[in-house]
């Protein structure tokens, strides 16, 4: 997922601005030049969390790709956070949730349940780290956690190669045992979840070569939000998003990708690109 341009018709700015009336909300990047004007922002963005009445949306991460120092880059990877009546769902764990989502001021007590749309490393990176310090700083146990396969096994490994850690703070912290998360795999459309606060559908999208990929859709009382994922274009995720108040859709600038992937030409690899492309949407169609 990239930033689309503002020579785009739907363009990141132009989704911003038209967000600015809807209860979505960005936590700024860490870098040096971002600084100043991230921490008024994070104060905004805290101030509107302590006060909120109804279903905010943080959006803690909209990078992607394998490149975690691409030059001027100040954007996490994806990462979302929904939050309703004091209770927090995550979608995605991309590099920086942890952090992002502890600068929200959101407390770790606060979260249930945790998704993942699809197993790229920009988007399960830092779940299993998440799911440890989430532990120790207090969310609830059992956690839910839903998405594709192999998820129940992907966490099973990472607590057990974790085990000694885990001990160990037990042992240093005087805490509980970390309970492991309840695991609900996701192999295909329709209601994946539902409690007191939001109910939560998936569908099918097409990020080849990651079988399944996840769109969601979450009902909330008082309104709908949806999230594509990673995916081409699909009539899915229009079906699933029919109707809802915001719809966060990932977009690539083509142009983009032929500059973040140089290793793979110069190493004589396959064409990336079209691979690339024929696994995300355009910006120019995004939201179409």
């Known amino acids: 997922m990239t930033d689309a341009s503002n020579q785009s018709r739907l363009s990141r700015r132009s989704v911003l601005a038209n967000l600015?009336?809807?209860?979505?909300l960005l936590v700024a990047g860490s870098s040096w030049a971002a600084q100043t004007a991230g921490d008024a922002a994070l104060k905004e963005v805290q101030a509107a969390l302590r006060d909120a009445k109804g279903t905010k949306l943080v959006i803690l991460g909209t990078g992607a790709g394998p490149f975690p120092m691409v030059p001027g880059r100040s954007r996490h990877m994806t990462a979302h956070v929904m939050v309703s009546n004091g209770a927090a769902y995550v979608l995605d764990c991309g590099l920086g949730v942890t952090n992002q989502f502890a600068r929200t001021g959101i407390p770790f007590t606060a979260v249930r349940s945790i998704f993942i749309t699809h197993h790229h490393p920009d988007h399960n990176i830092e779940y299993g780290p998440f799911l440890l310090l989430g532990w120790v700083q207090g969310m609830p146990s059992p956690v839910r956690a839903f998405g594709p396969p192999p998820?129940?096994?992907m966490t099973e490994d990472f607590l057990?190669?974790?085990?000694?850690?885990?001990?160990?703070?037990v042992e240093d912290l005087r805490v509980k045992p970390l309970v492991p998360p309840e695991v609900k795999e996701v192999f295909g459309p329709g209601v994946v979840m539902k409690d007191q606060n939001v109910k939560v559908a998936a569908a099918l999208v097409q990020h080849p070569p990651v079988r399944p990929a996840l769109a969601y859709r979450f009902d909330?009382?008082?309104?709908?939000i949806a999230f594509s994922g990673d995916t081409a274009p699909i009539e899915a995720v229009a079906r699933l998003a029919e109707g809802v108040?915001?719809?966060?859709h990932e977009a690539i600038i083509h142009a983009c990708g032929r500059g973040v992937y140089p290793r793979s030409r110069r190493q004589g690899c396959a064409d990336p690109f079209?691979?690339?492309?024929?696994?995300h949407e355009a910006r120019s169609f995004a939201g179409r």
């Open 160 to 169: 057990r190669a974790y085990k000694a850690t885990i001990d160990f703070w």
């Open 151 to 153: 998820l129940k096994q």
């Open 274 to 279: 079209r691979r690339l492309h024929g696994a």
């Open 220 to 224: 909330f009382q008082d309104r709908s």
């Open 245 to 248: 108040d915001i719809l966060v």
């Open 20 to 24: 600015a009336t809807m209860p979505a």
